[in-house]
């Protein structure tokens, strides 16, 4: 079973597949430091490869110098990337150059000289800022601020979970201009420099992943109109735009790590012998290995053709959330599963497999946690009967 990919992106999908599997996979126990990173000598070794690979900035559109690949190009490098831990899970060490977030493209040009470009030439860096300690998975009961007080908004509140807010040197801050309005009109969309009065960093937490997100709080932080992205109170639309390709990959990072799991999964079945037969002649292993490799199937099938569609301008946010939720919820089952069959050499740190397991667990819940996906899925599901 295979989606069917141009013969373009078949042999892009070859190339990528060549370069995890002769370049990251044999060394990915060794390239980052004991801080999650990426090391500087494989930083700079992936990051030339990656140049010529053609994966540099390829979400950058061509208009800003960069690749502007389409989005199935896109998933065939989160699923191939997804096949290994050469890289880190978030952020992929910035092998696909720096990350820009959607609404910087539509600034005025006098802000994009401020925030657009300096991001693209890697000499500022963004975040982005929409969870608060009682708004996560529910984004709509943000308590954050944006009051307008002459030519400025004053903005008080806290933003937590915020992923490299102490690197930023700016935030793209999600804030309540109307509360009656909530999410349908009243949130707006903010850029906000991190070193304006105000804004302090007052925590941080260690994560099993090894990410090490921030809470910010806001105090009478002073903002000029001007960097207010886009009409009061679209925000919360933007944000959801950012995350609609950030769904997708999280579908094809799932099913890279499941492809690479069941790999694992099945040749170490075939070699390990228990009670005088390898455990691949063994149901209860068969079992897992069978349903991972059905569901596997199942996914891909899913995130291309939602990727395909979204490229012909067809976006459909459930479809978004069904590929999302489906590929990550395989991924750490397909961990899980890979884990169970390798026993207690798959819980060390010699194999790549536990990693799998802490990172795909994660996505079960960052970026939309499963049971808020099935709550928006079951609503349009009912709203056709
Ligand atoms: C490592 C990491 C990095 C992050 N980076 C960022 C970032 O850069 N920027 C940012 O803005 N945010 C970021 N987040 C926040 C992340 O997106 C949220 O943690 C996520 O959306 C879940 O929100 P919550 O933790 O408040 O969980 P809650 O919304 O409180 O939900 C808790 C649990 O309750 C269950 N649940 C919730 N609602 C329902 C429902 N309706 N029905 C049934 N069950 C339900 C789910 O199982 C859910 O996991 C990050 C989080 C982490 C852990």
């Not at 459909?316 to 069904?322: A, M």
Request: glycine residues 10%.
């Amino acid at each position: 079973m295979e989606y069917p990919l141009s013969e373009e992106h078949q042999i892009f999908r070859e190339t990528m597949k060549r370069f995890v599997d002769e370049e990251m996979i044999p060394f990915e126990m060794e390239t980052c430091g004991a801080d999650g990173e990426l090391k500087p000598e494989w930083k700079e070794k992936y990051h030339a490869r990656a140049k010529e690979l053609g994966i540099w900035k390829m979400e950058v559109p061509e208009e800003f110098d960069g690749v502007g690949a389409d989005l199935i190009s896109l998933c065939i490098v989160w699923e191939q990337l997804g096949r290994t831990i050469a890289v880190p899970t978030r952020g992929l060490g910035g092998i696909m150059g720096p990350q820009v977030r959607a609404p910087l493209y539509e600034l005025n040009e006098e802000m994009k000289k401020l925030y657009l470009y300096p991001v693209l030439n890697g000499e500022k860096k963004a975040c982005f800022a929409q969870s608060e300690p009682d708004a996560g998975g529910d984004p709509s009961r943000m308590r954050t601020t944006a009051v307008l007080d002459g030519d400025e908004y004053v903005i008080n509140g806290t933003k937590q979970w915020i992923t490299d807010a102490g690197n930023a040197d700016f935030a793209q801050l999600l804030a309540v201009t109307d509360k009656e309005k909530g999410s349908r009109g009243g949130i707006s969309m903010f850029l906000v420099d991190m070193n304006s009065p105000g804004v302090s960093i007052t925590g941080q937490f260690d994560t099993m992943m090894g990410d090490k997100p921030y809470q910010i709080h806001f105090d009478n932080v002073r903002v000029p109109i001007e960097k207010r992205i886009g009409e009061e109170g679209q925000g919360f639309a933007l944000g959801q735009r950012f995350l609609a390709n950030g769904r997708l990959k999280h579908g094809s990072r799932g099913v890279g790590t499941a492809q690479r799991c069941l790999d694992m999964m099945c040749e170490y079945a075939k070699q390990r012998e228990t009670f005088g037969e390898p455990l691949a002649n063994r149901q209860a292993v068969q079992w897992m290995i069978t349903d991972t490799y059905v569901e596997l199937q199942a996914a891909r099938l899913m995130v291309y053709n939602v990727a395909d569609r979204a490229a012909e301008g067809n976006v459909d946010r459930t479809d978004g959330f069904i590929q999302k939720m489906y590929a990550d919820e395989l991924g750490f089952k397909a961990a899980d599963r890979c884990l169970q069959v390798h026993g207690g050499i798959g819980l060390t740190t010699d194999l790549p497999i536990e990693n799998f397991w802490r990172q795909s667990r994660s996505f079960r819940i960052t970026e939309g946690p499963t049971e808020i996906m099935k709550m928006v899925i079951a609503r349009n599901v009912l709203r056709e009967y």
